[in-house]
């Protein structure tokens, strides 16, 4: 066989392990970096009316409606009530700047009913809550439609990209609404819904945002990265990769719908710790085994894992639960128990998995590749990026520990 294939391999896992190392320097100690979820519970009204229940993170709705509205005492009335801490002066100041929030509101979360724009109040009692550990503005817009008509598209544009602050705002939306109800997945690329979607066009909404979500988020990358640097065959990192998505969606699903409840100030550093876990064991079995730490045991078990292939699997599944946890604090979604919800939520898990598994189809074969051409530098490559991935999950644990 020529040297190019070769050559190929050890550049693409060396190229890898270098990008894990710098993740140390770029990227942020939170899962998900600098992005925001708009919630949005849109229902019908009587005849011509459709009402929109938002959760929006505070400061963002502060900045953004103060930067758009040129309304510097909502900036500064704004920001202080937000370092304090003080859930009723967040209150008095969105509803002493009631026109500038309505303002922007209006332009960015719209409602239409056939060809016409539907007309938003704000209703009275604004109240705040928590959510990812972050104040949230909970509000409440009744939108009168002069057309009646039976089919409604809803627009949110809240928070882009383009104002600077954020990036990637994501809005979960119910809605219960021209006899449907159901949810939906809006972004900067699908920032509209209408109630004529059909159900494959939903899902496929938040199939994407679940691909999206696993590919944004660099610690779940990191930590397939070690899965697979450390996985002897492909049969052993596919089981470990379906084994985390089942263990994820679990979780997932029981935080999303507000069974279970555990702070992101423990999860997150048990997401960090786990990164790390996971590489340490395939650079423990380097030291303790050598050449053969790629090596089956000689007696395989179940589905064709020997006994380190299992503990490694059963590790992995606790870990997934604790990933699950993660997924749920980063979207926060927190609606009630709803069959609707559960198969969104299943589909966003299967687009997980689907990224998990092309990134595995891509990297293993060549990693398998470069073990059984040049088994010396396959062990070092595989072992530098462990080695890159256990110091970034180290340094994330220490920053998520201490609120760095």
């Known amino acids: 066989m020529s040297h190019g294939p070769r050559r190929f391999a050890l550049a693409l896992v060396l190229g890898v392990s270098t990008l894990a190392m710098g ?19 849109v229902s019908s009204g009587r005849a011509g009316q459709v009402q929109a229940a938002l959760g929006l993170e505070y400061d963002l709705l502060v900045v953004s409606a103060a930067d758009a509205a040129g309304d510097d005492g909502l900036f500064s009335a704004g920001t202080a009530a937000f370092e304090d ?16 929030v309505m303002a922007y509101l209006s332009e960015h979360f719209t409602v239409k009913s056939g060809n016409a724009l539907c007309t938003p109040t704000l209703e009275d009692g604004i109240t705040m809550t928590v959510k990812q550990d972050a104040p949230y503005a909970m509000l409440t817009l009744d939108y009168a439609c002069s057309d009646t008509s039976d089919a409604h598209v809803v627009t949110s544009t809240m928070f882009g990209d383009d104002e600077g602050f954020v990036k990637g705002t994501k809005t979960i939306l119910t809605y219960s609404i021209d006899t449907r109800t159901g949810s939906a997945a809006l972004d900067a690329n699908q920032p509209s819904f209408s109630t004529e979607q059909s159900t494959g066009e939903r899902f496929w909404e938040f199939f994407h945002l679940g691909a999206e979500h696993l590919l944004t988020g660099i610690d779940h990358i990191l930590f397939l990265l070690a899965l697979i640097a450390g996985s002897r065959r492909l049969r052993e990192v ?7 998505t089942l263990a994820h969606s679990i979780t997932f699903i029981l935080a999303a719908t507000g069974v279970v409840s555990v702070p992101a100030a423990i ?8 990164i790390t876990a996971v590489a340490a064991w395939y650079l423990w079995r380097l030291w303790r085994r050598g050449d053969e730490a790629n090596d089956f045991d000689t007696t395989r078990g179940t589905l064709g894992l020997d006994r380190a292939g299992w503990l490694r699997l059963g590790a992995v599944f606790l870990f997934g639960l604790v990933h699950g946890l993660g997924f749920a604090s980063a979207l926060g979604i927190d609606e009630p128990w709803s069959w609707t ?22 990297l293993f074969p060549l990693l398998v590749l470069l073990r059984r051409k040049a088994p010396r530098v396959g062990r070092w490559a595989t072992g530098a990026l462990a080695v890159g991935v256990s110091i970034a999950g180290l340094v994330w644990f220490v920053q998520r520990i201490f609120g760095l």
Request: net charge negative; hydrophobic share 65%; aromatic share 6%.
């Open 23 to 41: 993740v140390l320097a770029a990227a942020p100690a939170s899962a998900h970096g600098f992005s925001s979820v708009v919630y949005a519970d």
């Open 238 to 244: 596919v089981l470990a990769a379906t084994a985390f």
């Open 267 to 274: 999860v997150e550093p048990i997401i960090a710790l786990s």
């Open 341 to 362: 919800l559960l198969w969104s939520l299943l589909v966003f898990n299967l687009g997980i998995e689907a990224v998990q598994l092309t990134i595995i189809a891509i």
């Open 85 to 100: 801490a003080d859930a009723a002066a967040e209150v008095t100041v969105l509803q002493e700047h009631a026109e500038s």
